[in-house]
Structure formats: C-alpha cells, structure tokens
C-alpha cells in the first residue's frame, strides 16, 4: 500500500482530470459507493474458485459477527448499488467510478495490495454498440493522454450454454495430459477450467498453446454479437488483435472480454480490462439487466506515461508574496485575499514564517512562481506593491493597491 506523495500527487491529478473530461464527452455519470462490503457479494459475483475470493481478501467480522471485506473491485459494489438504488429497473446507465481497491497479492512492480482503479459500467444495454462504445471510450484514455504503447486484446466468451459446452471439451482435453498440468491447474481442473488457458507458468505454455479454441465453440448469437463488435471497432479505426485464450480472472463474464496490454511494464503489463457479464445482476438480486464495463489500473498507466516518457509539468504558483514588518505582512493579507477573491484560477504563495527579504526572494524562486509581489513597510505608507518578475528578464514595476488586481489580470 502506497503513499502519494505532493510530487506525484499532480499526477495523478492530470491524469483523473484528463479522464474526467473524456467520460463527461460520452455523458458518463460518477457513482461513489463504499470501499466495505459484505463478503458475500464478492464471493457471489467473482466467483468462488478465482484467485481474488481464494486468497487476496481482505475479510473481518464487524462487532456484529458479519463477515466484511474491503471491495477488491468495483463491479460488485456497483452492481448492488445500483439495483439497492433502484437505478436498473427500465432504465438504461452509464456510470464511472474511482477508488482504492484491495487485494492480498504477492506485491510487485505493478501491483499492489491498495492499488486504484477508475471504472465504467453500462447498464440496460444488450447490443454490441455497448461493447463497442466502452472500448472506443478506452482508447480515448489513451489519446488524451498521449500513451501509444497499448495493444487491445479481445475474445468472446460466448453464453452460458456454449462455455458449458466448451467446458467439458476443455477439460477432456486437460484430464488425457493430466501428468502435465501444475497444481494449480489441477485445482481448476474441475471448478474452473478455463482460468487454465491464463496459466502463466511457462512449463505449461504449449499445453495451453494446443488447447481448444473457445472461439469454434461460440454460440450463434455471439458469434453474431462478437463480429458485430469487431465491425463497429474497425468502423472507428481502432485496432486489436483476437486472443481466444483471454479469459479473464473473474467469472461473471459472458461474450465479450477485452484487455488493454503493454509490453513496457514487465509482467504487470494489463492497463484495463473488462467485458460483458449479462448474468451478474440478476445473480445478485436485480432483475436480468445485461452490462459490460471495464476498469484502468491507475498506478500501472502512470508507471507506463514515466515509461514511454510523456511529459507531465506541475502547476506552479503565479504569484509569491514576499512581505516585512507587522504592516507589510498585514497588508499582504488584504491583497492576497482580494486577488483571490477577484481572480479565478490564481494561485498564490503567501510568505509565512517571516524572514529577511534575501531568504524570502530565496523561497519565491523556489516556488517557481512567475511573479513576486513586494510588500514592506515603506510601500504600505506609499500604498503600492512592488512588481518582480522571477522568470523574464523585465523590469522591476510598482502598482498601486487600487491597480493591482487589473494589472495581475494583464500578466497571468
Ligand atoms: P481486473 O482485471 O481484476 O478487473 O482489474 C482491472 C485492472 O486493475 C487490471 O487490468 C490492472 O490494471 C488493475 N489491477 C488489478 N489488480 C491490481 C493490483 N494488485 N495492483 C495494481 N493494479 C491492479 C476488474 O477489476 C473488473 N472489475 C473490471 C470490470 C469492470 N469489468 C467489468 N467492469
């Protein structure tokens, strides 16, 4: 679990500002629900036999005796706060989320026991333009914010009765090399299958290689709904690459899955992920709602914008103040607080702590502050403040008090 410090903190905020923007262009409403639930809504919906709900929980009991767990995503938690809400019933939405998410996994670069996701479900809406649309909306990310090094990787999963049928050829198929499998897969063998094809074990890599294609079990209607999504893809000019072995590490998905992957980043190099999971609602309580949605893995795409070298400045202060004596230090008060007041936006670092004017102009350029306005004794008697510019070469001005908010609107 990180800290974020002040120098990566605009970071962050550049990079949520930039994303902000792109989901309000696509009308995406914000929803907050809380970062503890009961354990069951986890279990229930990501599946009993996946890495998460196994081992990377992190479960209590409240005094009441309820067994709790921080969320480890936020699809579940939406999920029930959408239909708690009553916001499913007839009705179609388009929601995003942020947040601290948990998991007990084995920290290491690009991943992290409290790591932050920003994520978007769509509700209410079956066609494939929903697929479509969440995926072109991910790839906006990417442009907004200039990252190139991401590949979209994409597969279907197809519906309940097609994976059912793909399932037992799987495991036919696993159980005739069964000396070959990990005991990991062993495991999965019965319970879950198809988290075999995501092995990541290198022993096990041609065995998973020769496996089935899930793609020749695909139910008509997905086949359908798959190549639809595809057409609309190639229709916006965004590229992918079909990876029938993407199966995703949760179980609510049905047909589409997709994963946004760089090779920049070492073995954590999936930067988004998501799919469909028409089933997940009504599993949970609501009424049969399809949906798809994905989310960013926030810490990984700022570790790849360092990587691929994306320039990101931190806003620096307009104005530093720089005052002396008990009158001077007073009146940088009053014209501070009538800067603020009479101009949105600017920012301005108020000396504190007192100090001779050498350390105060010491801490001005520090700031990085474009401008130092000058206040000591003298130019309180005279009414005026002292003008410097801190980064061009211009020459030293005086304002007068009663221009100085005219004259700050013309410099910044
Ligand atoms: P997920 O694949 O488990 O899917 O996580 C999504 C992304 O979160 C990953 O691709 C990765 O970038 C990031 N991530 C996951 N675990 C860690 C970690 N330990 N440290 C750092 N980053 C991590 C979900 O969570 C689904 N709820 C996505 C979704 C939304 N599907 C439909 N709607």
């Known amino acids: 679990m990180n800290d974020c410090l002040p120098e990566q903190t605009y970071i962050w905020q550049f990079l949520e500002e930039k994303i902000k923007k792109v989901l309000d262009s696509y009308c995406y409403k914000e929803i907050r629900f809380p970062i503890v639930e009961k354990t069951a809504l986890f279990t229930r919906s990501i599946g009993e036999v996946?890495?998460?709900?196994?081992?990377?929980?992190?479960?209590?009991?409240?005094?009441?005796?309820?067994?709790?767990?921080?969320?480890?995503?936020?699809?579940a938690g939406c999920v029930r706060a959408c239909i708690e809400n009553g916001l499913l019933h007839n009705q179609q939405q388009k929601l995003w989320y942020k947040g601290q998410m948990f998991r007990y996994e084995k920290p290491q670069k690009g991943r992290y026991r409290q790591f932050n996701q920003i994520g978007i479900e769509t509700y209410g809406i079956a066609d494939a333009d929903a697929d479509a649309e969440v995926i072109l909306l991910s790839a906006d990310f990417?442009?907004?914010?200039?990252?190139?090094?991401?590949?979209?990787?994409?597969?279907?999963?197809?519906?309940?009765?097609?994976?059912?049928?793909?399932?037992?050829v799987l495991v036919e198929y696993f159980r005739n090399s069964y000396e070959l499998l990990d005991e990991d897969s062993k495991r999965r063998l019965e319970k879950n299958p198809l988290r075999i094809l995501d092995s990541k074990n290198p022993e096990m890599a041609d065995l998973v290689k020769n496996a089935?294609?899930?793609?020749?079990?695909l139910d008509e209607e997905s086949e359908r709904h798959f190549q639809r999504v595809q057409e609309y893809l190639n229709a916006a000019g965004i590229s992918y690459v079909v990876n029938p072995r993407l199966v995703r590490g949760l179980d609510y998905y049905n047909r589409t899955v997709f994963e946004w992957v760089t090779t920049k980043l070492g073995a954590q190099g999936t930067v988004c992920a998501g799919g469909r999971y028409d089933g997940l609602v009504e599993q949970i309580g609501g009424r049969a709602t399809p949906a798809v949605g994905f989310a960013i893995g926030v810490e990984r795409i700022i570790a790849l914008l360092e990587v691929c070298g994306v320039e990101i400045s931190s806003k620096l202060p307009n104005v530093y103040i720089v005052s002396l004596g008990d009158k001077g230090q007073e009146q940088a008060f009053s014209v501070s607080s009538i800067l603020r007041n009479e101009i949105d936006g600017i920012t301005i670092m108020q000396n504190s702590g007192g100090g001779s004017f050498k350390s105060q102009f010491k801490k001005a350029d520090k700031s990085g502050a474009g401008i130092a306005l000058v206040i000591g004794e003298d130019e309180v008697e005279k009414g005026i403040v002292g003008l410097k510019y801190l980064r061009e070469k211009r020459e030293q001005e005086t304002v007068s008090v009663s221009e100085i908010v005219s004259r700050m609107r013309e410099l910044i």
Not at 50 to 75: A, C, H, Q, W
Request: no cysteine.
């Open 50 to 75: 996946t890495d998460i709900v196994e081992k990377e929980m992190y479960t209590f009991e409240d005094r009441n005796g309820e067994s709790l767990s921080l969320r480890p995503e936020g699809t």
């Open 142 to 168: 990417w442009r907004t914010i200039g990252l190139t090094d991401v590949e979209l990787q994409i597969n279907s999963l197809g519906d309940e009765q097609s994976r059912a049928k793909y399932r037992e």
């Open 212 to 217: 089935p294609n899930l793609l020749e079990y």
